[in-house]
C-alpha cells in the first residue's frame, strides 16, 4: 500500500502532529489529553492516523507506558524546531495586534490559587476577553514545562532554578489557630513543644511527606512533628476543621485573617509566627513569553503590591 507523504501540511496534519508531539513529550495519552483539551480516544485516533499515513510505528504503547520509537524521537526532536518557530512567528504578529489574545495555562498551589487568582483575575478577564486562560491547582511541584504550563505559582524558596521569577505581595507570615471552643477545653500553648499535648490536624505535604510545623522566635527555630487524629492535604479543609473544634490547624495567617477578626478562631503562638517568602510567579525564561502573560504579570504585580 503506498504511502501518502505529508509534503504540503493540511491542517489535519498539523493538528495529528500536534498531538504526537504531546504525547511524546509527556509520555502519556492522557495528559496529553488533558493538554491539548480533547478525549483520550480522539488523540489516540488522531495518532494512529498519523502514523498510517506515514507508514511508521512512532510510538510504542504497553498497558502501563508509552515510549517513542528511533523514528518517533527523531520526529518529535525536528517538530520541536518546527513548532517553535510557528509560535515565534505568530508571537511575532500578535505584537502588532492592541490587545492580547490566546490561550494561558497557568500552574498555582492551592494557597496562590486562593489568594492570588481568585482574588485577582476577575479584572484581569475583564481587562482581556480576548485572552483564556486554564488553571490547575495543585501542591505538587510539577515541571511546568513538560507539563505544558506557560506559568507557575509558587512560595518564593521552592521556585526552581533557571526560571524567570516574580515576587506576588509581601512577605507570608504562618500561623498555628483553633476555635475558641476547642482552647476553652484545653490549656493554651506557650511554646511549640507544648503542641505534643494537643490536637493537631496534621498536613500532608505535595510531597507525600507529613509537615513538620516550624516556628521562629528572634534567632530560635523549632521544626514540631505534631500529633493529631486528622490529616489534611489542604489548607481549607484543615480550616474548617479548626472551625469545627478539631483542634489546632497551621497555614497562612491571610487564610484565616477574617475569621480571626470576627473571632471565630484564636491564634496560638502568635510570638513564634515565622514570616517566609512571598508568593512568586515563575515562568521559563528561555523561551518567548506567550501573549498575555506579560499583561497577567503586570497586573498581579499591581493588585498584590498595593
Known sequence: ?????????????????NAFRAVERLRSFTQAAVELGITTSALSHSVRNLEARLGVRLLNRTSRTVAPTDAGASLASRLEIGFKEIGDALDEINNFRDRPVGRLRVNALCDGARLILAKHL?????AYPEVEIEIAVDDKMVDIVSGG?????????????????VKLGHDLRWVAVASPRYLFRRQ?????????????????????TIYRWEFRK?????????????????????????????????????????????????EVLSDWAPIEPAMHLYYPGHRQIPQGLRELIDMLKDETNS
Open 1 to 17: 500500500m503506498p504511502v501518502r507523504p505529508i509534503a504540503k501540511l493540511s491542517r489535519r496534519d498539523l493538528a495529528d502532529l
Open 122 to 126: 476577575p479584572r484581569f478577564l475583564q
Open 149 to 165: 504550563f506557560d506559568a507557575g505559582i509558587r512560595f518564593g524558596g521552592t521556585v526552581p532554578e533557571d526560571f524567570v521569577a
Open 188 to 208: 493554651k500553648p506557650v511554646v511549640p513543644e507544648d503542641l505534643r499535648s494537643h490536637s493537631c490536624i496534621q498536613i500532608r505535604m505535595g510531597s507525600g
Open 218 to 266: 528572634g534567632d530560635e527555630y523549632r521544626a514540631i512533628e505534631v500529633p493529631g487524629q486528622t490529616c489534611v492535604n489542604e489548607t481549607t479543609m484543615g480550616v474548617e476543621l479548626a472551625l469545627g473544634d478539631v483542634g489546632i490547624t497551621y497555614c497562612l495567617e491571610d487564610r484565616v485573617s477574617d475569621y480571626i477578626k470576627r473571632g471565630e478562631l484564636v
